[in-house]
């Protein structure tokens, strides 16, 4: 194999994790609560921004790793 290769692999797989970090950060600090009539929303804010940055760093290493894999020496 060679090092594109391996190095777009890598590249990918670091993507799926760190979106997959990102998705669970998003849906941990998201929490609704409904009492009767009235629904309360407690979420912070700060870790869901994170959640996002994480996020958009997946996307830019993936489509990185896409480029990398499929980049002809």
């Known amino acids: 194999m060679e090092i594109n290769k391996i190095a ?3 590249l990918i797989l670091g993507s799926l994790a ?3 970090l990102g998705i ?3 849906s941990e600090n998201t929490t609704s609560v409904k009492v ?3 629904k309360i929303d407690m979420s912070n804010e ?3 921004e994170q959640g ?3 996020l958009g760093l997946a ?3 993936f489509s990185g790793g896409i480029y990398t894999f499929k ?3």
């Open 36 to 38: 009767f009539d009235l």
């Open 24 to 26: 669970n950060k998003i």
């Open 52 to 54: 996002y940055i994480y």
């Open 18 to 20: 760190l979106g997959y």
């Open 71 to 73: 980049k002809h020496s």
């Open 46 to 48: 700060s870790k869901k």
């Open 8 to 10: 777009g692999i890598i």
């Open 59 to 61: 996307v830019v290493l």
